[in-house]
């Protein structure tokens, strides 16, 4: 056996899974290869350290976190793909497709999602789990506010029209800067602040 092969069949040799002839092939091979030598004793002390260290699960923190910045991903790509619309589309049929290809049915689509996330967390928060309670709640709160305080400024700006091609750049640079760097996007006032000058 060459080297590539015996670093293909490392694992299985460490862990006692291969048949007695090539577990033999491969100790004469590390008899005679100081490299395959070397990383077979990494390997030992990789596996030894992690059955000595203590497992830890993630906390339910973690998973909350990631389960809001997965429905926020989902958001924002859903409202994206709702902003941007194909140069040549074709006539839609029906009357709910006809109402969902307008501006007002994207508007409305978005705020379904939006709701239908919020109630998704809601339910999540109902369910005991250790941890302070009041912050969540106060959290949920909050984010209830916002949600409320975007649709009626959406509503005072008249942003439920269809957005104009340079409005719709504006909000692709937006939305890429966000996924950028989530933590140093914009607010929900500073793109609004850009939206109206740029109609202006």
Not at 175 to 181: C, I, S
């Amino acid at each position: 056996m060459n080297c590539k092969e015996i670093q293909a069949a490392m694992m299985d040799y460490l862990d006692q899974a291969l048949p007695a002839a090539a577990a033999a092939e491969i100790i004469e091979h590390l008899a005679g290869c100081d490299e395959c030598r070397r990383e077979a004793d990494e390997i030992r002390l990789l596996l030894a350290a992690m059955k000595a260290s203590e497992r830890q699960l993630p906390s339910s923190t973690l998973r909350e976190n990631f389960n809001t910045m997965l429905q926020s991903e989902l958001n924002m790509e859903t409202m994206a793909n709702l902003l941007t619309t194909p140069e040549k589309e074709a006539k839609p049929r029906g009357k709910v497709i006809a109402f969902l290809s307008t501006a007002a049915g994207r508007a409305a689509a978005s705020v379904i999602l939006l709701a239908g996330g919020i109630g998704i967390g809601m339910e999540l928060s109902r369910t005991p789990r250790p941890g302070p309670q009041a912050d969540t709640q106060s959290e949920i709160v909050a984010l209830k506010a916002e949600v409320q305080n975007m649709k009626n400024t959406m509503k005072e700006n008249d942003l439920l029209n269809e957005p104009t091609a340079e409005e719709k750049k504006l909000l692709d640079r937006e939305l890429e800067d966000y996924r950028k760097n989530p933590e140093a996007g914009s607010t929900w006032d500073e793109v609004e602040a850009r939206l109206r000058k740029s109609r202006a």
